[in-house]
Structures are given as C-alpha cells and as structure tokens.
C-alpha cells in the first residue's frame, strides 16, 4: 500500500482559490498511490484566526467539489485535509446552524464523499480555535480495501483515550493532519511514535510548512509503523513524502506481541 503525504505552505499571497488549484494539481500528480493525505485547515492556515468566518464554507463548497474531482482523476483515497465548515441549516439542531467546525474530508477512489470527522479537541485554551469552532463528538472510521483508517487531527494527538477508541473501532492506521507548530517540533515526533507503539498501528502525520499568521509550522511530516520505528520523515519544507505501507504488518505485531489484550483499565470490569 502507497501512501503520499503532502506538506504544503500556506503562502502569503496566494489566495484561497489559488490554493484549491494547486493543491488539486498535486493530488492529480499522486496517481498510483493508494493513499493521498493533505494537512489541516491547508485552505486558510490553522493559525490564521481571523479568517475562520471569512473563509468557512459547507460541506458541498468549493473544497469538497475540487478534492472530490482530484481524487476522481487520480483514482486514490484522499484524506483531503481539514476545512472550516458552516454547518448547513439541516446539519442538526437548530442552534447548530452557522457554527464552525474543523471538519475532515476522507474521499474514495471514485470521488464519493466517504467520510467526514469534526475535530474533537479544539486547541487554543479559551482563546482562537478552542472558542470559534464547535466540538466533534463522535470517533470516525474509513475502511479501504487493505486497512482501516482511524482519523484524527492534530491537537487530538495529545489525547491517548481518541485513538484507543478508534482502535476499539477497528482502526489500524492513524491518520493525523495537522498545523503544528514548529516551537512544539519535538512533541509532534514524539506523540505520533507514542500512539502508534501504544496502539500497534501506523500513523500517518501530516503537517504543513511555512508560516501561518506568523506561527511558523513544524512541517516534519512522519509516517511511523506498529513498532513506532519511523518509516519517513518530511524536512522543514514543502514536500511529498511517500513511503510504502503493509497492512498484514497491523495483525503480525499484534500477534508477536499482543499487549492490547492485557488492557483492563478503560474496559468493562470483568464479574468475579
């Protein structure tokens, strides 16, 4: 299984239909990849705040509408990253209506909007996205034809109890898009290795380059194996980072060493 991660910058100057073209074009160039993912919020920069409610679109927008056509052309699943999203009038409760989510975008082969995943934990400690965007409430999976994607986004990282349920969900690779930011450089590394030892899957962590807002990001994309050897890193720059996966490495690692069996916290407690 190929896997491409795109580490793009969200460059001052360009604007967001620029952006859309481009990132599109580099989609189009991943044909015989399995599995193409882009980073976070890559169409207005996870930092850049004040253009949250500028930039949000719907789920049917212009995003989805170029992803999907870029996935379609290339014939690979897509993560495509995350967007702002309005939610549309009928995207639940009335006083859910015009809220913003950090909401991901999984696509098929064929183009079909295969899954979507509002970000649960929203970063920013009272301040900027943790009270601009809504929270997520439910854990998302996608199954390709040789593995399961769980999917979380960046922030979500730091919460252990997120991946263990998608693992309990049947994933058995990690998808992380992100805007992470370069101060933090270190955290990113290790947290992605932590969770795919911890949870004896792959994780494919895919950051942005650049700056945003003036935050300048990590870049450093990384895709880590069951074992939590690194398989491939990214540098500092824009990047393809393309490494191949073997999904029968999941089930092998858990059967050499089944760790996850002797879980008990977190489980029902048994009867005595």
Request: glycine fraction near 10%.
């Amino acid at each position: 299984m190929r896997a491409s991660l795109l580490q793009i910058g969200v460059n001052e100057g360009e604007s967001v239909d620029s952006r859309r073209r481009r990132v599109a074009s580099l989609v189009r160039e991943q044909a015989g990849a399995d599995l193409v993912v882009l980073p976070e919020l890559w169409t207005t920069g996870a930092f850049a705040f004040e253009s949250f409610t500028a930039e949000a679109e719907p789920l049917d927008g212009p995003t989805r509408e170029a992803m999907a056509e870029a996935a379609a052309d290339a014939g690979v699943w897509l993560h495509a990253g995350s967007i702002v999203e309005r939610a549309a009038p009928d995207s639940g409760s009335p006083a859910d209506e015009g809220a913003l989510y950090n909401t991901s975008l999984v696509f098929s082969p064929s183009g079909e909007l295969a899954a979507t995943y509002r970000k649960i934990h929203r970063f920013g400690f009272d301040k900027g996205e943790a009270v601009l965007m809504g929270a997520g409430a439910e854990l998302v999976t996608v199954r390709l034809p040789d593995i399961t994607l769980g999917v979380a986004t960046c922030y979500d990282l730091r919460f252990p109890e997120l991946f263990r349920g998608l693992v309990d969900a049947g994933a058995e690779t990690f998808v992380v898009p992100a805007g992470w930011p370069e101060r933090r450089r270190a955290h990113w590394t290790l947290l992605a290795r932590a969770r795919a030892v911890e949870n004896q899957a792959y994780v494919l962590a895919c950051g942005t380059a650049g700056t945003h807002a003036g935050v300048p990001q990590a870049g450093h994309s990384i895709v880590v194996d069951p074992w939590g050897e690194v398989l491939a890193e990214a540098g500092s720059g824009e990047e393809v980072l393309t490494v191949e996966l073997d999904p029968a490495k999941v089930a092998t690692t858990r059967e050499q060493f089944p760790a996850l069996k002797d879980r008990r916290l977190g489980l029902e407690t048994p009867r005595r």
